[in-house]
T-cell receptor, first 114, second 114 residues
Framework: KQEVTQIPAALSVPEGENLVLNCSFT??????LQWFRQDPGKGLTSLLL?????REQTSGRLNASLDKSSGRSTLYIAASQPGDSATYLC?????????????FGQGTILTVHP | NAGVTQTPKFQVLKTGQSMTLQCAQD?????MSWYRQDPGMGLRLIHY???????DQGEVPNGYNVSRSTTEDFPLRLLSAAPSQTSVYFC?????????????FGSGTRLTVV
């Protein structure tokens, strides 16, 4: 059974810092991996999607990498801003016959203070 | 293009009552699913559908029914609500059954069963 772990559980940084959020998964046979952002009391907003054949994806100040062999993905946020404060979730898509069965990590709660 | 729309946003039920959580998408997505989010448990898959007329169980299906008569709609029914069903419910959809292009989530329904 796929298990996804996110480290750290919480992170507090001053504005302007570059930071890395970690996501590890136990079954490397994933189809793709998606990073989401969740603001308090809100839904999930997709940030980046990495296919199993890709090594990384970039969107603005965000960069996500994927290493299937080691079962790890990282989300890099450059020049953090207070508006980046949210919970960040990674989700592994098993693919194959496991249609749409996303396995989520517990999330990293990020606080960026001015 | 509204994406994934969930109604209601908030609901309080008494134990034993029934209700239907609505989910609609206007993106012609093939795949739709329901998750529940609980503190310490993360997001867990309840039911999913790979097309109109086709549904299947996820990780935590007990106490919930679904049907999919159209491509656009995927309602979740609670036949006899229990306090253990207090949670935040998210509907998600994907263009393809394998999630090649990632998943889009609704804004959620916060349900309290007393």
């Amino acid at each position: 059974k796929q298990e996804v772990t996110q480290i750290p559980a919480a992170l507090s940084v001053p504005e302007g810092e570059n930071l890395v959020l970690n996501c590890s998964f136990t079954d490397s046979a994933i189809y793709n991996l998606q990073w989401f952002r969740q603001d308090p009391g809100k839904g999930l907003t997709s940030l980046l999607l990495i296919q199993s054949s890709q090594r990384e994806q970039t969107s603005g100040r965000l960069n996500a990498s994927l290493d299937k062999s080691s079962g790890r993905s990282t989300l890099y946020i450059a020049a953090s801003q207070p508006g980046d404060s949210a919970t960040y979730l990674c989700a592994a898509n098993a693919g194959g016959t496991s249609y749409g069965k996303l396995t989520f990590g517990q999330g990293t709660i990020l606080t960026v203070h001015p | 293009n509204a994406g994934v729309t969930q109604t209601p946003k908030f609901q309080v039920l008494k134990t034993g009552q029934s209700m239907t959580l609505q989910c609609a998408q206007d993106m012609n997505h093939e795949y739709m699913s329901w998750y529940r989010q609980d503190p310490g448990m993360g997001l867990r898959l309840i039911h999913y559908s790979v097309g109109a007329g086709i549904t299947d169980q996820g990780e935590v299906p007990n106490g919930y029914n679904v049907s999919r008569s159209t491509t656009e709609d995927f309602p979740l029914r609670l036949l006899s609500a229990a306090p253990s069903q207090t949670s935040v419910y998210f509907c998600a959809s994907s263009l393809t059954n394998r999630g090649n292009y990632g998943y889009t989530f609704g804004s959620g329904t916060r349900l309290t069963v007393v």
